[in-house]
Nanobody
Framework: QVHLVESGGGLVQAGGSLRLSCAASGSIFVINVMAWYRQAPGKQRELVATITSGSSTNYADSVKGRFTISRDNAKNTVYLQMNSLKPEDTAVYYC??????????????WGQGTQVTVSS
């Protein structure tokens, strides 16, 4: 099994910054893609950013230029640096990881979510 533990959420004023972290543990052989999603109240979960094991990144248009995703492969950890935060960034942020376990079976797993609240 592979588990994800997120940290770093909280309350911040508009224009402020937060850094989210997500650490993976368990029977990991390789994590191909790590990603951050978010879900605001009454809305569907949406993709925020992804990063591959080779550090190729992709961002939602709404966060380009403000958010930066990065990862430490040695620590199986992904980060999301969020700058110039807006009230519309308020959501529960979820970490996602896809890869292969040490039993050479594929996996996809989610973190428990961390609340980010941006006040105006």
């Amino acid at each position: 099994q592979v588990h994800l533990v997120e940290s770093g959420g909280g309350l911040v004023q508009a224009g402020g910054s937060l850094r989210l972290s997500c650490a993976a543990s368990g029977s990991i052989f390789v994590i191909n893609v790590m990603a951050w999603y978010r879900q605001a109240p009454g809305k569907q979960r949406e993709l925020v950013a992804t990063i591959t094991s080779g550090s190729s990144t992709n961002y939602a248009d709404s966060v380009k230029g403000r958010f930066t995703i990065s990862r430490d492969n040695a620590k199986n950890t992904v980060y999301l640096q969020m700058n110039s935060l807006k009230p519309e960034d308020t959501a529960v942020y979820y970490c996602n990881a896809r890869g292969w376990s040490t039993r050479i079976t594929s996996f996809e797993t989610w973190g428990q979510g961390t609340q980010v609240t941006v006040s105006s």
